[in-house]
């Protein structure tokens, strides 16, 4: 429920509202089925836009890596979301290549 609500508000431009919800979202995804599960890969997804759309271009990518790392784990590195997560990284300008301190 806490991801539907976080991408609610992010697909309407909530950024500020959607983040709290985003990482509450991953915490509570980690803990109930563990931190290499697919489904935790999406959640993170999901907080690495909304960090995105806020400007956290290097707190985005972290969360880009984490969640292209769990792909890549469980779906194998030829799966669509596991491409998804790749191009993601891949469009973030060069700037945020440096992890936000």
């Known amino acids: 429920m806490l991801g539907q609500a976080s991408t609610y ?8 509202q959607a983040l709290p919800l985003a990482k509450r979202a991953v915490t509570a995804t980690e803990v109930a089925l563990g931190s290499g599960h697919v ?3 999406w959640r993170i997804d999901e907080l690495a836009h909304v960090l995105m759309e806020l ?20 779906l194998g590195p030829d799966h669509p979301q596991t491409h998804a997560a790749r191009s993601a990284l891949q469009q973030l300008p060069p ?3 440096q992890p936000s301190a």
């Open 9 to 16: 508000l992010h697909e309407r431009g909530l950024y500020a």
């Open 39 to 41: 489904d935790l890969g």
């Open 55 to 74: 400007g956290d271009l290097g707190g985005a990518r972290t969360q880009l890596e984490r969640a292209l790392h769990i792909s890549e784990t469980a």
């Open 95 to 97: 700037a945020a290549t």
